[in-house]
């Protein structure tokens, strides 16, 4: 039905000019009420090849004329619309956003009927959809109601959504969780959806989604494992969640993540953490290899033994005085003392040994190291030295176990060699890090990365067994890993450290096998682990690796965050589809329109006027931006703000 004629055409707006008798902004069309004169409402217009161009109202002017070329098209009404080109509806239905050819002037102005409005944001081809219904296969979740069309249901294509990287951004309290838990229940209670190959992994910073998904709410099909670090059967009785322990084991740590924990420089300390882990891999080898403790102590010995000569000879090599070689070399001993006695009390042939070398550390007048040389001399006789250097090839691969009781020992001997090569400020260098790997060792909050009950050979074990990644994914469709109750530095390595495994896992995959078994990683509160700088303790982010390269694995982020100024602009501008809640904070909304290609000015305005639970729907799962009222999550998460007033004044029971 028209309703007006279009009396300006620029770029970006056309004016209408309504007919004299269009006198309310409603049209009731077959039974539907259309508002057709309310800011965000739909109107079309044609261009010289038909084509229907659908706009958006985004002004209402009363503006009186007398203008005689007006009233010969019958516009003497008051009344204008300003409208915006939204996109193209061509004769075969298709819709395209933009405009290729302009109307003119004077040309008709019509409402957009439902049948538009389907044509406009359908994603399926009729028989498509005939067929993936025979095949139980879901097109479209259901996410809300237009906030422009009374009524009218908006529908997400699952493909276009899950295909590509999702940004749900907006304030505190704006319905970002909600929107996340509506999203999923909507997925996972399809009746149809058998899971096959299917996986979420949810990194829950408030602890507040579990809640939102209880068996007896999901598709039978569907497994969900929650779990959380340091915590125990004990700590979960009574409680309406049935948690997991998390572990994620030291060992499975590469070198960078080691180096990102322990806050080292990667340039000059990363040699050093390097062996470190070798000399640790060789003391659990040579007692773990070794059964009977008889053969294992003589292992060690004789590989100390050698290890001590080795640094007492780099010591005598030095170009300096032999007062100061042979203060180097007892100085040495003593500290090796502390080893043995660390490690291995009982061990009196290896003590005997040192106290051999230390009587030999004396200062004679004229000669004042023959006497340490000479005993050099003697005791490499009663070493096995190609038994020694067996051991000494024995190196570590990535992925492999050793025993974390062996890494003060190993960071000493590391020590004692760098200050026997003449590096003396090396634990100075060093304190930092040394200080973060106590840290380690005894804090309870890095319970979960100590935790050897159970050994995983390797990250695929660890990812199957854990995680339920796997050839096929059959088991554990939902995984939430709750992290409220660790800090910044372990909520940032957990989520790493998993998402690297993940990461390598879905790369080794070839052929058709990297489109199978897609995974996406939901991040909450991504600013705390994403950020633009470079301030996260690993220096080459994951995430940033992920957002350009994980679409061809079928790896995929839902970035979550209630500050995107603070979120890396290359995870951000990878993302392809964006739910944007309420934002009303200048510098975020500047970083959003900075970083976004297709980032229109007006729905800055759109954006600031959200109520809670409203977000404007852009990008490649819809065909042109919506304002959508999200469907409340039912149960919903754990997100609700405190009522101060009840809290207030209450009256106590």
């Not at 659908?54 to 008051?78: G, H, M, P, Q, R």
């Not at 990365?449 to 695929?460: A, F, G, V, W």
């Not at 993940?502 to 991040?523: M, S, T």
Request: hydrophobic residues 35%; proline residues 3%.
């Amino acid at each position: 039905m028209k309703i007006g004629k279009i009396i300006s055409v620029e770029y970006d707006r056309f004016r209408v000019r309504l007919f004299h008798s269009t006198k309310t902004s409603t049209i009731s069309i077959d039974g539907q009420v259309y508002y057709f004169g309310n800011i965000g409402s739909y109107l079309k217009t044609y261009n010289s090849v038909n084509d229907a161009i659908v706009c958006e109202v985004i002004a209402v002017v009363d503006y009186s004329t007398d203008n005689k070329v007006y009233s010969a098209f019958n516009l003497d009404s008051s009344r204008e619309l300003v409208i915006k080109p939204i996109g193209t509806l061509k004769a075969n239905n298709e819709f395209l956003m933009g405009v290729g050819i302009f109307p003119s002037l004077y040309n008709d102005v019509d409402i957009v009927t439902i049948n538009d409005l389907n044509n406009i944001l359908s994603s399926d081809k009729i028989n498509e959809c005939i067929d993936d219904k025979k095949n139980g296969i879901h097109k479209t979740i259901d996410i809300g109601y237009s906030k422009s069309l009374i009524n009218y249901q908006i529908s997400l294509d699952i493909n276009r959504l899950f295909y590509i990287h999702t940004a749900v951004l907006g304030n505190s309290g704006s319905g970002k969780s909600n929107t996340i838990a509506h999203i999923l229940q909507e997925v996972y209670r399809k009746s149809e959806n058998h899971a096959i190959g299917a996986k979420t992994i949810l990194f829950d910073v408030n602890g507040e989604y579990p809640c939102a998904f209880p068996k007896n709410k999901l598709n039978c099909n569907i497994e969900t494992i929650f779990y959380k670090p340091n915590i125990n059967d004990a700590n979960t009785a009574g409680e309406e969640i049935e948690y997991k322990k998390f572990i994620l084991p030291y060992y499975l740590m590469n070198l960078d993540e080691w180096l990102a924990f322990l806050m080292a420089s990667e340039r000059t300390q990363k040699p050093f953490w390097d062996k470190v882990l070798q000399e640790c891999y060789k003391f659990y080898k040579i007692f773990s290899n070794n059964k009977d403790s008889d053969n294992s102590v003589g292992e060690y010995t004789n590989y100390f033994k050698w290890k001590i000569l080795k640094l007492l000879k780099m010591i005598l090599s030095q170009v300096d005085s032999d007062t100061a070689r042979i203060t180097a070399a007892r100085s040495i001993i003593l500290r090796c003392k502390d080893v043995v006695n660390n490690i291995d009390p009982q061990n009196k042939d290896l003590k005997s040994f040192l106290e051999k070398s230390e009587s030999r550390c004396t200062i004679n007048f004229g000669d004042n190291k023959q006497n340490l040389e000479n005993f050099l001399s003697e005791s490499i006789r009663e070493i096995d030295e190609n038994k020694a250097l067996i051991t000494d090839s024995i190196k570590l691969v990535s992925g492999d176990y050793y025993d974390y009781s062996f890494l003060q020992t190993a960071v000493e001997i590391t020590l004692l060699e760098e200050e026997a090569r003449g590096n003396a400020k090396i634990r100075e260098f060093t304190s930092t890090m040394l200080s973060r790997l106590d840290f380690f060792i005894h804090n309870p909050e890095c319970g979960f990365m100590r935790d050897s009950t159970i050994k995983y050979s390797n990250e695929k074990e660890y990812l199957e067994k854990v995680l339920g990644i796997s050839m096929d994914n059959k088991t554990y469709q939902l995984v939430t890993i709750d992290t409220s109750e660790v800090s910044t530095d372990i909520l940032e390595l957990i989520t790493s450290v998993v998402s690297r495994m993940i990461f390598d896992f879905k790369k080794n995959k070839h052929g058709d096998d990297r489109r199978k078994n897609p995974i996406h990683l939901i991040l909450d509160e991504a600013h705390r682990y994403i950020k633009k700088d470079t301030e996260y303790i690993l220096k080459d982010n994951i995430f940033e690796r992920i957002a350009r390269e994980g679409r061809k694995y079928s790896l995929y982020l839902i970035v979550s965050s209630q500050r995107p100024s603070e979120l890396s602009s290359t995870v951000l501008s990878q993302c392809g589809n964006y739910i944007v809640h309420r934002i009303q904070n200048e510098i975020d909304m500047k970083y959003i329109y900075s970083v976004l290609p297709y980032y229109s000015e007006d729905y800055t305005s759109k954006i600031k006027q959200s109520v809670p639970g409203e977000a404007l729907i852009f990008g490649n799962c819809v065909p042109m931006p919506l304002q959508v009222k999200i469907t409340q999550a039912t149960p919903d998460p754990n997100s609700e703000n405190c009522n101060i007033r009840e809290e207030w004044f209450s009256i106590p029971k």
